[in-house]
């Protein structure tokens, strides 16, 4: 016999219908359709591995079971698990034979009143209940079972969940359903990525440290019979999940799910590469964790997650949880349990890391947060009761007339804390004001430690955990608004508006101009430079940035002139502007966006200098000089530090990269890499050049005279650098 199962609604009812095709000879067979009506609107259909049995789920959040041969009504009344108040629909319902008791595993069907914003999934078997509660919405599920057909029992082994933010593994074999550890398609935004960093050829003493670290913080979390280290990476089509129902499993120690193909060697094969590529993928999230990922094969593997947490109380900051674990209160009803890796929700948005660094060569990692806080973590192999000292810096200093209006500093908790295997944090860095960080470098040889925000500038040695140097970058004529609203550039909302619909103006003149191919002297770009110029006296803007905007609307002109022939609005919609002048009164322009330490040639052509180089949103490049004790002294003497130039660029666009480059024109080596044989040692035997990039131009220039050489990228071949 041969049997497809339909369904159609008929008003409020469902109604489902099975055609059967009987072969009763050689070339003639009997249809038979026979009809099954619910008394609700349905929603699903499940056939059961006897093939004579099927079950059914409703929009009321009930479900109910029926047998082919037994009339149009179902074996017994609907199942409404979670009533008797209206539930939510059950959306899919999966009917599997188990070896004593079946598997029922079903979508939804949650009480409407008081849980109708869950993402649930309901699995029972005999006397085991638990609601799978996940915090984004349920796409698709399915179970891995045995298909041979000499098992006559599903007894699924892992229930697939395909979620719109992650895909979830439960082993079903297991005593207490826990999450399987996923070798792919780990969701890389559990919480929102707020900043990241890339580290190569990390030493295989840090990685093995960073790797044991990880499994210490897992072995409760995900389920033992699976080996996630062991597997190979597979190439996984979530999208098509119907064609997974016919896998058969392997081993019950691995990854249940076969198929793909692997795209590129495996490591420890043949065609690999002798040397082991180990890379390393650093994630800050919105709730103050540093996740390190495995970048070197196919698909990024997580390895461990540093918080930054741990280290602050409050009422917002929840503590560690047991993230769905089996101790769960079992009393509550429904049986929730939280899985997933996926949760869009903060404790405190002053958790959220701005800034990540970690020096691979000697295992230390840095993390800069929203709320002014640097923390200062090294690698440890074992647990360690330790206190971890706070040390506070101004930057604003004695400034008269600062008013910090925005949100307060963490409250770091006191006494000792018991810090788990893995990043150990050992003193932590509060500047106040408590803005976010904006810049951040360190220099793990010298023990320092440069992080910038709004306001200026600090400097800290966390080998004596000790403040040096602090500079405030404040325009004198602002010294209240800084850094209390980061994302806008500009000073005022009118301005902002006025140059929106300047840009429209601007925009809708090329247009008209793309389809005339020739402008008259009375409406071309003249007339529109008379009414802006008009316009922007009247309401007060400097002249500077009229000028600007003139120059702006020629250049769109020339692009339209006959000369150059028709122009697609593909390639007109690109509107490039001329290098101009910036105004110096940007509420923003003292934010400083980069920070960078080297030992270069700044005083004299016969003495390298350690240095420190920053630069703001103005176009401004202050250079620091650093006299770092040697030896012994280190740990007994202070670095000092103080002011050697300051440069400024004419453009005053923002400075977002310095590097400097040795006598081969080479970038100056990474701290221990000399050292460590990782890199030569620079050239000296010509001068020193710093390479200034901004978001409208390259300047490179010598680090002894500062004059500025012609080396620099026109606007018109290159777009905003960021």
Not at 478 to 496: H, N, Q, T, V
Request: proline share 6%.
């Amino acid at each position: 016999m041969r049997g497809n199962m339909s369904s159609r609604d008929r008003g409020s009812k469902g109604e489902m219908v099975w055609t059967c095709n009987e072969d009763v000879g050689v070339h003639e067979t009997v249809e038979e359709a026979r009809t099954y009506i619910s008394t609700q609107q349905l929603e699903s259909v499940c056939w059961h591995r006897s093939g004579t049995r099927f079950s059914s789920s409703h929009n009321d959040g009930s479900y109910a079971f029926w047998d082919v041969n037994v009339g149009e009504r179902p074996t017994e009344e609907p199942t409404t698990l979670y009533g008797p108040f209206p539930c939510k629909a059950v959306t899919k319902f999966l009917w599997r034979q188990g070896d004593k008791d079946d598997y029922y595993i079903f979508a939804g069907g949650m009480p409407r009143a008081s849980y109708s914003d869950r993402h649930t999934i309901t699995v029972q078997h005999g006397k085991k209940h638990v609601v799978f509660d996940f915090t984004s919405k349920v796409i698709d599920f399915f179970t891995i079972t045995d298909l041979s057909e000499e098992r006559e029992i599903d007894e699924p082994e892992a229930l697939i969940v395909l979620l719109e933010e992650e895909l979830v593994a439960i082993d079903l074999l297991s005593e207490d359903w826990r999450m399987m550890c996923l070798p792919y398609l780990v969701s890389l935004h559990a919480s929102a990525v707020t900043c990241s960093q890339h580290v190569s050829n990390v030493p295989q003493d840090l990685w093995e440290a960073i790797t044991a670290a990880g499994k210490l913080q897992t072995q409760d979390l995900y389920s033992e019979r699976v080996n996630v280290l062991t597997l190979v990476y597979i190439t996984f089509r979530v999208r098509f999940f119907w064609d997974i129902e016919s896998v058969g499993r392997k081993r019950t120690q691995d990854w249940p799910i076969n198929g793909g193909k692997i795209l590129v060697p495996e490591r420890g094969s043949a065609d690999a590469d002798t040397t082991p590529q180990r890379e390393l993928l650093l994630t800050g999230h919105e709730d103050g964790t540093v996740r390190f990922w495995d970048a070197s094969g196919v698909a990024l593997t997580p390895l461990y997650k540093f918080g930054s947490a741990q280290l602050f109380s409050g009422e917002e900051i929840a503590g560690e949880g047991s993230n769905g674990g089996a101790d769960e209160d079992e009393e509550e009803w429904p049986p929730f349990r939280k899985v997933g890796t996926f949760d869009p929700y903060s404790d405190d948005p002053r958790l959220a890391v701005k800034k990540v660094a970690l020096c691979p060569l000697n295992g230390t990692l840095v993390v800069a947060g929203t709320a002014g806080s640097v923390i200062v973590a090294k690698i440890g192999s074992s647990p360690v009761d330790s206190e971890v000292k706070v040390v506070t810096m101004n930057i604003v200093l004695d400034r008269d007339g600062f008013v910090w209006k925005g949100h307060d500093q963490l409250t770091p908790r006191a006494g000792t804390l018991s810090l788990e295997a893995g990043f150990q944090p050992t003193v932590v860095l509060q500047l106040h004001p408590p803005a976010a960080v904006t810049a951040l470098a360190f220099h793990s040889e010298w023990g320092l430690v440069a992080a910038g925000t709004a306001h200026g500038l600090a400097f800290f040695d966390y080998v004596r955990q000790k403040g040096m140097f602090a500079k405030c970058t404040l325009n004198p004529n602002d010294l209240s608004g800084a850094g209390e609203a980061p994302i806008s550039r500009r000073k005022s909302f009118k301005k902002s508006l006025r140059e929106s619909f300047r840009r429209l103006r601007k925009g809708r003149s090329t247009r008209q101009t793309d389809k005339r191919g020739v402008q008259s002297p009375s409406s071309g770009p003249q007339s529109d430079k008379r009414r802006e110029g008009l316009e922007d006296v009247a309401e007060g803007v400097e002249v500077a940035s009229v000028e600007g905007d003139i120059k702006e609307s020629a250049g769109a002109a020339d692009v339209s002139s006959p000369s150059s022939g028709p122009i697609s609005p593909i390639e007109a919609k690109p509107v490039e502007r001329q290098i101009e002048a910036r105004p110096v009164d940007d509420s923003l322009g003292s934010m400083v966006r980069c920070l960078f330490f080297t030992k270069t040639f700044i005083i004299s052509v016969q003495t390298m200098t350690a240095t420190m180089w920053a630069g703001t949103n103005n176009g401004t490049v202050y250079v620091f000089t650093l006299t770092t004790p040697s030896g012994q002294k280190r740990s007994e003497e202070d670095v000092t530090c103080q002011l050697a130039k300051e440069i400024q660029l004419k453009h005053r666009a923002p400075v977002i990269s310095i590097a400097v480059l040795d006598g081969a024109h080479t970038p100056l080596p990474e701290p221990w890499a000399v050292e460590k044989g990782l890199s030569k040692q620079p050239d000296v035997s010509g001068p020193h050049r710093v390479l200034i990039s901004s978001e409208e131009q390259f300047k490179v220039i010598p680090t002894l005279h500062i004059r500025t050489y012609n080396v620099k990228l026109p606007s018109k071949q290159l777009a905003l650098i960021g």
